[in-house]
């Protein structure tokens, strides 16, 4: 069974500078997608950004980029430039590429960010 | 074009009572599935479904809970004789195939019981 692990509960950074959030997952598929998703406090999960396993390009949205390691199962998320506005949670998710749209998350690390 | 509309938000049941939770999926998209996230926790998968049709309820507690997608109008989540371990937020998750296709979420329901 494939599981997701996020170790950092909590994180705080300034506005304007970077912060990384970490997540490891657990899986013997070859193919598979990762997530971070977005929860602030109106509860919307809002899709940040998605890799597809076979890529070995990092995948970049504006001010968010992932570190994908694949041998070392690592999808760590990084925001530069932070606004007060990412502050949430953040959920990485694990989807198989073998099976259905079912996903596998993490428990989240809440973001604080200070003017 | 509506996203994946769930209701109520809010829902407050005794202990004891059912409560029902509604899914609307995006247009076009007949598959859906139901997370519940406990305070403090990521979501959890609950369960798959099509139009009529149960694929996985691995993640179904095996009593008082059931789902429903029927042919016409929204999915179902059914908890009966709920107690204070059910209060949580379930969301519902639609997509378009149901393999490799993404999924969008619904804002939630948060039960309390009470």
């Known amino acids: 069974a494939q599981t997701v692990t996020q170790s950092q509960p909590e994180m705080s950074v300034q506005e304007a500078e970077t912060v990384t959030l970490s997540c490891t997952y657990d899986?013997?598929?070859?193919?598979?997608?990762l997530f971070w998703y977005k929860q602030p406090p109106s509860r919307q999960m809002i899709l940040v950004i998605r890799q597809e396993a076979y890529k070995q390009q990092n995948a970049t949205e504006n001010r968010f980029s992932v570190n994908f390691q694949k041998a070392a199962k690592s999808f760590s998320l990084k925001i530069s430039d932070s606004q007060l506005g990412d502050a949430a949670m953040y959920f990485c998710?694990?989807?198989?590429?073998?099976?259905?749209?079912?996903?596998?998350f993490g428990t989240g690390t809440r973001l604080q960010v200070f003017p | 074009n509506a996203g994946v509309m769930q209701n109520p938000r809010h829902l407050v049941r005794r202990r004891g009572q059912e409560a029902r939770l509604r899914c609307s999926p995006m247009k076009g998209h007949s598959h859906v599935y139901w997370y519940r996230q406990l305070p403090e926790e990521g979501l959890k998968f609950m369960v798959y479904l099509q139009k009529e049709n149960i694929i996985d309820e691995s993640g179904m507690p095996k009593e008082r809970f059931s789902a429903e997608f029927p042919k016409e109008g929204p999915s179902i989540l059914r908890i009966q004789q709920v107690v204070r371990g059910d209060s949580a937020a379930y969301f519902c998750?639609?997509?378009?195939?149901?393999?490799?296709?993404?999924?969008?979420f619904g804002q939630g329901t948060r039960l309390t019981v009470v």
């Open positions: 998750a639609s997509s378009l195939t149901g393999f490799n296709t993404e999924a969008f």
């Open positions: 899986t013997s598929e070859s193919d598979y997608y």
């Open positions: 998710a694990y989807r198989s590429a073998y099976n259905t749209d079912k996903l596998i």
